[in-house]
């Protein structure tokens, strides 16, 4: 997964993640990053990190709102939780957190350096100076409230931290990905995902160089008081009603919609097919493996489908996070509620098959990966019913699986 800028609106949404969901994806979330580990190795699972794309995909198979700025704060606290036990196993490392949590980010890292045996006094300060940066280097109207650090043993990070803008009820995230960094003030954001909200100052992009020269220049000449005379002046000279050159520099941007439920629109229904059809047309010499998992049933493999693409598709299959809702709903009903039954299925399938590996028994990793492989061959010609139908058929058996929400169970 290569190195990637780009944005993407996540609306501001309250609340908190009820236990129930919050220890199931922890589970999860533990499990899908050792299949990424065993298979790609842990360099890439700090690329998917970095990748904004497949972070908010990853967020939503796991049962988050699939569009809120809340699957930032879900997704890095369950693998703080989930991950710290495994440390020593895995050798990666998830520091900081929300509001307060975030503070604690440099003394973590200079205790985990003295733990493993890196530097971690110098972590620290790139830790302070990635924050420096999003909330000083790049004025773009959103006040970071969450920093997340994480670092594997041997040395190699990535930073995911965001910022909210009251007024407008919008986040920002930024993602930072230590992997061909050379420099924290000339174009070092893997991807800031965000609404373009007018101008950007954007003094970290490698085209604003000339900027910051100039600035150290008319800061060693004039001084902070002098600056400050000139800006005045500047100021009261400056017609109102002219609108200032339109010379800021833009990063794109995807938007993630305000609405709740999830429309065709946002997926990408030849892809969800694809999913749906290799789940049905499971033949016994591709998933017996799978199918030998006590309890799984065809609703199991559904969600398997997407979890397997999770850990196997390419960064161009996430550009429609929406469709890995399908796999697990959402804690507000939406795009239907979470079918508890299933996601625990999802779990024991995914805790069997990466308690196997690491013994050197690939069988049911193998069956997954297999299951992602036939999911984008029958994409190419495959139909099925619309979402409507589909989310309809979620509701309609809801209770049978265990649905349940914010607001209760399904009855």
Known sequence: MSRRSGSADLPLHGGRVPHWLGERMTKLGVLVAEAIIHHYGRDEFLRRLAHPFWFQSFGSVMGMDWHSSGITTSVLGSLKRGLKPRARELGLHVCGGRGGQSRKTPDELVEIGCRVGIDGAALANVSRLVAKVDSAAVQDGFDLYLHGFIVADDGKWVVVQQGMNDE???????????????????????AIEGRTRGDIINLADKRAERSRDGQLDILAALGPDRIIQEASALARQMDPAVKPEQSQLSLPHLTMPAHHDVRETDVNMKRLHGNLAAAADRAPVDYQDLLMVPGVGARTVRALALVAEVVHGAPCRFSDPARFSIAHGGKDRH???????????????????????????????????????????LEQYVTGPDLKEIVAGEFRDSNQFGGRSVFGWEE
């Open 335 to 377: 795009p239907f509620p979470v079918p508890l039954k299933v996601y625990d299925e999802t779990i024991n399938v995914m805790r069997s098959a990466v308690s196997k590996g690491r013994l050197g028994r690939d069988e049911e990793l193998a069956a997954l990966q297999r299951l992602d492989i036939q999911a984008r061959r």
């Open 168 to 190: 407008v009820r919008q986040a920002r995230r930024y993602h930072w990905l230590s992997e061909g960094l050379q420099s924290f003030v000339d174009s070092p954001h893997s």
